[in-house]
């Protein structure tokens, strides 16, 4: 089953709205977790690294005050799209890995991702 | 610059042939991972590869990493219509634990 669940999968927001996401481990605690956004017939693109109990990392480009991230508990992780545009509009991921050492634990496992389309 | 780079980025074979996908990456690393993604879903953990020579082998599916040479190959042996996806390679930075992506090879298997 899956060990990453992120919600909703799908998302219809209009222009100037703010839209969270969620992202849970749900079976191992994450103290760190991906927000990785997806453009049609592209790769990933990591927006940003959240870091449970301090701020998130953001890659350049990516603008913090717009893509909101909230690593409140160690199972937890939001992404919250403020004032959203149809730009904005695109397929977003989490990910999330075991922490701690060893070969076994080094997996990323994906949230089921969310097709955010603003309207 | 850390680049990972998969080829061929687009790939139309029928039913029945062999084909392999090349991931090469510049940065030292022992750790690789291939993941399938289907239209509209998100990634599928297919093999993870952390150590030079490993080889791991699924169904119709072969993953292989040669650390020495930056290189691992995702070999599909008899392909079946049901293995058409996007498939990517992602090299592990140990660091922060983030991952380098490929750009990801669409694979089409024509019955």
């Known amino acids: 089953g899956a060990v990453v669940s992120q919600h909703p999968s799908r998302v219809i927001c209009k222009s100037g709205t703010s839209v969270k996401i969620e992202c849970r481990s749900l079976?191992?605690?994450?103290?760190?977790m991906f927000w990785y956004r997806q453009f049609p017939k592209q790769s990933l693109m990591l927006m940003a690294t959240?870091?449970?109990?301090?701020?998130?990392?953001?890659e350049q480009g990516v603008e913090k005050d717009k893509f909101l991230i909230n690593h409140a508990s160690l199972t937890l992780s939001t992404l919250t799209v403020t004032s959203a545009h149809p730009e904005d509009s695109s397929f977003y991921i989490c990910?999330?890995?075991?922490?701690?050492?060893?070969?076994?634990?080094?997996?990323?496992?994906f949230g089921q991702g969310t097709r955010l389309t603003v309207v | 610059e850390l680049k990972v780079e998969q080829n061929p980025l687009f790939l139309s074979m029928q039913e029945g042939k062999n084909y392999t996908i090349y991931c090469n990456y510049s940065?030292?690393?022992?750790?690789l991972y291939w993941y399938r993604q289907d239209p509209g879903k998100s990634l599928e953990s297919l093999f993870v590869?952390?150590?030079n020579g490993a080889v791991k082998q699924e169904g119709r599916l072969m993953a292989s990493l040669d650390t020495k040479a930056r290189l691992s190959t995702l070999h599909i042996t008899a392909a079946v219509h049901d293995l058409s996806a996007t498939y990517f390679c992602?090299?592990?930075?140990?660091?922060?634990?983030?991952?380098?992506w490929g750009a990801g090879t669409k694979l089409i298997i024509k019955p």
């Open positions: 079976d191992f605690q994450a103290t760190t």
């Open positions: 990910s999330a890995r075991r922490p701690g050492g060893g070969k076994m634990n080094t997996e990323a496992f």
């Open positions: 590869l952390l150590s």
């Open positions: 959240s870091n449970e109990g301090s701020k998130a990392t953001y």
């Open positions: 940065t030292t690393s022992d750790r």
């Open positions: 992602a090299v592990d930075i140990r660091s922060n634990y983030q991952l380098i």
